[in-house]
């Protein structure tokens, strides 16, 4: 981790994000499932990457992805340590799909850790007060 001070706005950024990656995972889930999982992740990749900036802290470009589920563990973890573990584990069965071509989550899975996903999500928004904002209108 890298000490570095993030706006509100920046937050609610990648809060933003994190809610376009979880409708993405909801729209593609019935025709792509795989494409629903990676959206899923993708979402607690942007919000976790919120809490630790929350923190006054910003993951490092070496083990991005492992830092910040370990990070998401370590600040949550007693009071959402099934929602975190399921993270751990969406990143672990995320490796062999991105680095392999292997992917053998069942649809009812995939289901089930985008449900994880989303409430993972809305404790962390609640946990740093940071929700997601509307659009700017020009």
Not at 21 to 49: C, M, Q, V
Not at 106 to 118: C, G, L, R, Y
Request: proline letters at 3%; glycine letters at 4%; a positive charge.
């Amino acid at each position: 981790l890298k000490k570095e001070e993030t706006s509100r706005r920046k937050l609610s950024e990648f809060v933003n994000i994190a809610e376009e990656e979880l409708s993405a995972a909801k729209f593609n889930l019935a025709r792509f499932p795989l494409t629903a999982y990676k959206s899923a992740y993708d979402a607690l990749i942007h919000i976790g990457n919120a809490l630790i900036r929350y923190y006054g802290y910003r993951p490092t470009t070496k083990y991005t992805h492992a830092t910040i589920t370990e990070v998401a563990d370590r600040i949550l973890g007693k009071e959402y340590g099934e929602l975190v573990r399921s993270f751990k584990r969406m990143r672990k069965k995320r490796h062999p799909l991105q680095y392999e071509a292997v992917f053998c989550e069942s649809h009812e899975e995939v289901k089930k850790s985008i449900e994880k996903a989303e409430k993972l999500t809305r404790k962390i928004e609640e946990h740093i007060g940071v929700s997601p904002s509307q659009k700017q209108l020009f």
